[in-house]
């Protein structure tokens, strides 16, 4: 079973983290269905394992402690639209920096590319954020930021562009992870058009 964490903070926007999530546990009810052991299991994480305050005021509780996680397959860190608030708060660009130290694949949506970037995880990448904000994500260390694409994938880091590309993201990490035939069929039951093609 691949183990998904999912780093979240006061502030983020909520489709960059309910869009992966329905991606990774619809992909896991399907294998199910096919009569196989889940595929995928998401854990939800925070500093400290403090409640969280989403975008518009939805509050998530009872989340893991993001200081005391184990190694994840694949981390997931949802954007926001308060950048420079995410990135001052107490305790997260570590959080990102130990929690991506320990995973196999990290991967970023919209704006949660910033705080990889500040945790040193973009140096020497390719990678995307929101359109509005590749500019600015150009001047951080990353090898180059790219416009124009759902998502970038290079290696061992996967980023986003906006708001529901993440779910194009997730669809794409589920490809890569357990085929592209399950991401296409994950996709059909989220009922939304899907392409392997990351400019598609």
């Known amino acids: 079973m691949t183990r998904i964490g999912m780093l979240l903070f006061d502030g983020f926007d909520l489709i960059?983290?309910?869009?992966?999530?329905?991606v990774f546990l619809t992909a896991a009810r399907l294998?199910?269905?096919?009569?196989?052991?889940?595929?995928?299991?998401?854990?939800?994480?925070?500093?400290?394992?403090?409640?969280?305050?989403?975008?518009?005021?939805?509050?998530?509780?009872?989340?893991?402690?993001?200081?005391?996680?184990?190694?994840?397959?694949?981390?997931?860190?949802?954007?926001t639209i308060d950048v420079g608030a995410a990135l001052r708060a107490p305790g997260?660009?570590?959080?990102?920096?130990?929690?991506?130290?320990?995973?196999?694949?990290?991967?970023?949506?919209?704006?949660?590319?910033?705080?990889?970037?500040r945790a040193g995880i973009l140096e020497g990448h390719a990678a995307t954020t929101h359109w509005?904000?590749?500019?600015?994500?150009?001047?951080?260390?990353?090898?180059?930021?790219?416009?124009?694409?759902?998502?970038?994938?290079?290696?061992?880091?996967?980023?986003?562009?906006?708001l529901t590309s993440g779910i194009h993201m997730a669809l794409h990490v589920v490809a890569r992870l357990d085929g592209v035939e399950m991401a296409t069929r994950t996709a059909r039951q989220l009922d939304m058009d899907w392409s392997p093609d990351p400019a598609r």
């Open 31 to 79: 294998a199910e269905r096919d009569g196989d052991a889940p595929t995928f299991a998401v854990d939800l994480l925070s500093v400290g394992g403090a409640d969280v305050v989403a975008f518009g005021g939805m509050t998530l509780t009872s989340l893991k402690t993001a200081e005391e996680a184990e190694a994840y397959d694949v981390l997931v860190v949802p954007g």
């Open 16 to 22: 960059d983290a309910g869009g992966p999530y329905e």
């Open 132 to 162: 509005e904000d590749v500019e600015s994500l150009a001047e951080a260390e990353v090898r180059s930021a790219v416009a124009g694409v759902r998502w970038v994938d290079d290696g061992d880091v996967v980023t986003s562009g906006g």
């Open 92 to 117: 997260l660009v570590d959080a990102v920096a130990r929690m991506a130290d320990a995973s196999g694949l990290v991967t970023s949506v919209c704006t949660g590319a910033f705080l990889l970037a």
